[in-house]
């Protein structure tokens, strides 16, 4: 089973960058669609991001894109989310998420979370 665990949260001003990682155990990464998503108090959970097991397709929420990139090194095991240009709006909760290979990494629901890092945006 794999286990995920997400770092790299914390405190910005609008317009800064913040890097999160996610490092993974218990499984080698590159047999898994990787994602992030985040969730806000009071807001849905939203997909922010997507990428294949080998990393030659990745995927945005319109909300973030040209802003979040998302990468992997699967010889590390671990998955990032590079975020430029924050704003307020990004202030959530963000989870690594994982979900086994031979599927759309786009549309296919992921049932293995990490506990997620803060990120908070302020004006």
């Known amino acids: 089973q794999i286990h995920l665990v997400e770092s790299g949260g914390g405190s910005v001003q609008a317009g800064g960058s913040l890097s999160l990682s996610c490092e993974a155990t218990?499984?080698?990464?590159?047999?898994?669609?990787m994602a992030w998503f985040r969730q806000a108090p009071g807001k849905e959970r939203e997909r922010v991001a997507t990428i294949s097991p080998r990393g030659d397709s990745a995927t945005y929420a319109e909300s973030v894109k040209s802003r979040f990139t998302i990468s992997r090194n699967n010889i590390g095991n671990r998955v990032y989310l590079q975020m430029n240009s924050l704003s307020p709006e990004d202030t959530a909760m963000y989870h690594c998420?994982?979900?086994?290979?031979?599927?759309?990494?786009?549309?296919?629901?992921?049932?293995?979370w990490g506990q997620g890092t803060q990120v908070t945006v302020s004006s």
């Open positions: 218990g499984s080698i990464i590159a047999y898994w669609c």
């Open positions: 998420a994982a979900a086994r290979a031979g599927v759309d990494c786009q549309s296919t629901s992921y049932p293995d």
